[in-house]
């Protein structure tokens, strides 16, 4: 289906035992089994489903590059429905289906970030005390000499008495200033990195690289601006897999100053998308183009089975690389639509113009 060259075939010998009994059949009959390849989803293309249903239907070994990012488990609209478990199951079924499809010697990379406010049940309430906030003068020492004198007093008694809140009687009391309210489950930060690997290996890949993206301090989604010492949401991950087989290594892939300035470091400083009116959590074309540029060759296949607004395919048409995308809301799949005609209509205006140019 596509007019690549034939893949270098992969020296099965050379993996591990284990492995090259697991990876036979796939390895030796390119995994087509029965199936016709027009059956298969074409690139160039966005497809309306959910991952776990279209991914069985992209052609084996074909993919050279899957970059997305997934829900987060952050309450959004399109994931609001799922349970932890269901989340935890969604994601590592999705890196299991990746593993056939992917080229021998291809990437997985997946953008994702710590759940930052993740309820957690068995969590003790934090107890804070905000020494900046104290307001009365009223101290513990007189709280508890007053109990001494009127032992029958109640806390709203105390406070008439020592002329203050019954809420300082109680904190002063027992020292607590509850986060979030009393009887609210407590939030904690869950680190996703583990898991993901975790999944990754289950299914077969190796951890090759990650990076992490700076993005910028989101103080509006700070919900600890106060009474915690906590960072804001300023971060994310970029954990990237390989599928066992002969990777090519071209140098010319990026500009001297580029492997200097991201191509070799592991931190990447670049701005998250400013308004998200149209789609709740798109990343920047930047992201998936640097993936692109540094792991794969033009005409290669990059996939993005959570495409949401388009953005990797953008990426994909700037770089001269075809696309498959899959997303499950079809508003996003119009969306993303859009976004890859006017991109389209925007390369074609270019190319003029540089035609142009030339007969000047
Ligand atoms: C974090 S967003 C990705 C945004 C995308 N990178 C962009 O720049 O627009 C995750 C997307 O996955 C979609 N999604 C959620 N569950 C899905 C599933 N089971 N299969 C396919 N897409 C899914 C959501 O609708 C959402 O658009």
Known sequence: ??????????????????????????????????????AYLQPDAIYCGDARQLLPQIEPNSIALSVWSPPYFVGKEYEEHLSFNEWQNLLSTVIRLHFPILKPGGFLAINIADILVFKDQTMPRIQA???????????????????????????????????????TIDRRLHGNNIRGGKYDVQTRVKIVGGMVEDWALQAGFYTYDRRIWVKDAAWENSRWASLSYRSVDEFEYI???????????DRKRL?????????????????????????AAKFPVELPARVIRLLTDPGDIVLDCFMGSGTTAIAAIRTDRRYIGIEILEKYVILANNRIEKEKGYQRTLFECQDDDRFE
């Not at 954990?239 to 290594?249: A, C, D, L, N, V």
């Open 1 to 38: 289906m596509s007019d690549d060259p034939a893949p270098i075939p992969l020296r099965i010998d050379r993996l591990p035992k284990d492995l090259q009994e697991a990876f036979r059949e796939l390895y030796t009959t390119n995994g087509q089994s029965e199936r016709k390849t027009s």
């Open 255 to 279: 500009s001297p100053e580029e492997w200097k300035n991201w191509g070799s470091r592991g931190v990447w400083y670049f701005p998250s998308v400013r308004s998200n009116d149209d789609h």
């Open 129 to 167: 005390e905000a020494v900046t906030r104290k307001r009365s003068p009223v101290t513990r020492e007189d709280v508890l000499k007053a109990i001494e004198q009127y032992p029958g007093y109640n806390r709203y008694q105390l406070a008439k008495l020592l002329g203050c809140s019954e809420q």
């Open 239 to 249: 954990y990237i897999f390989w599928k066992p087989g002969i990777t090519r290594f």
